[in-house]
């Protein structure tokens, strides 16, 4: 499992695939209302204040509101199709891919689960997990972003109109920002989540004394929060421009939003946010997504490693 465990649970390819599945179905059922907001925040080009008459959100609470006003509480779910096979896409992959190498890497190098194979399995295994499911983040974000004026209204009808007037290729925009901050990213989360479980093992209110050093749920959603939202802040600025480059060609879907913002690349997003917004607008959106960071990867890992444990307890 991805935890500190000495006593690692021996499982094949395909059950850490189911696994990861799980952890991403449950995860992105239960947190999408957050993922709705922190897009909204990143494609606004008006500030994000109490006191801005122009902007359309100014805070969690009033964005909430207006959203289930104008949309009622599908609005909080929007994209929620094309964000489940997202997170199923990303899950499988990417805990499949990282049980597998973790295992490869033990035989090879003849040693225990370090640091180092942590971080780079978890970058590896993020970076395929993130172009495997690219296609469904660029249509979560259009149908996050369209609100009631729907161009889109079905998840693949939404996928053929964009191959259809904007190429394949456009299925992967936002994709370079995505793959400097993803291999960084998950490294970061997978090993940082193993070093918060080694250094919370021997407290017994989070970890099972009587089972070597397997983590309780509790230790799980701790480990999983804290590698989330360390992660998540270290990146943050490449994910606001992910977004902004998905929106790209979209633009007209989004009536009633505001200004629309324009780019040609990473470089070009970036510096005309700033230009623009000011050097804070960078982080437009970082509180939802801080708190769905936490949440969600502590959920995700808690998800992952109890399902890991049932299947384990059924073979045997």
């Known amino acids: 499992m991805v935890g500190y465990d000495e006593k690692k649970i021996e499982l094949t390819a395909q059950e850490y695939a189911f696994a990861g599945a799980a952890a991403g179905i449950i995860t992105r059922f239960l947190f999408q209302p957050l ?5 909204r925040f990143q494609l606004q080009v008006e500030p994000l204040k109490r006191s801005s008459d122009i902007s359309k959100y100014r805070t969690l609470l009033q964005a909430s509101s207006t959203i289930l006003k104008e949309e009622g509480i599908k609005g909080l779910w929007r994209g929620h199709n ?19 190498l973790t295992e490869y890497s033990e035989k090879v190098f003849s040693s225990h689960r370090s640091l180092n194979s942590h971080f780079i ?8 997990a993130t172009i495997a499911s690219f296609p469904f983040d660029v249509t979560r974000t259009r149908f996050v972003a369209q609100g ?26 936002g994709l370079t920002p995505t793959l400097i901050q ?4 998950s490294g970061v989360t997978f090993l ?32 999983g929060s804290v590698s989330g ?32 913002f324009t780019c040609r ?9 700033m230009k623009n917004e000011g050097f804070t607008a960078l982080f437009k959106g970082l509180v939802p997504s801080m708190i769905k960071a936490s949440v969600t990867t502590g959920m995700y890992f808690t998800v992952y490693d109890e399902t890991c444990k049932i299947l384990a307890t059924v073979k045997h």
């Open 229 to 260: 939202l360390v992660a998540k802040v270290a990146v943050y600025p490449f994910d606001l421009a992910k977004k902004r480059l998905q929106l790209q060609g979209f633009q007209d879907a989004r009536r009633g939003f505001g200004e629309n």
């Open 35 to 39: 993922d709705v907001l922190k897009i």
């Open 148 to 173: 009631n004026y729907q161009a889109y209204r079905k998840m693949w009808e939404g996928m053929v109109l964009i191959v259809t007037k904007e190429g394949p290729t456009a299925l992967f925009k």
């Open 265 to 273: 690349g990473l470089i070009n997003c970036l510096f005309r946010t």
């Open 82 to 100: 094309s964000g489940q096979l997202l997170s199923i896409t990303y899950g499988v992959v990417q805990f499949s891919t990282f049980e597998t």
């Open 182 to 185: 993803v291999a960084p990213q």
């Open 192 to 223: 940082t989540h193993n070093v918060i479980s080694r250094l919370i093992q021997n407290f017994s209110w989070v970890s099972k004394q009587s089972e070597g050093s397997e983590l309780k749920v509790s230790g799980n959603l701790i480990a």
């Open 121 to 128: 399995c978890g970058a590896v295994a993020g970076t395929l």
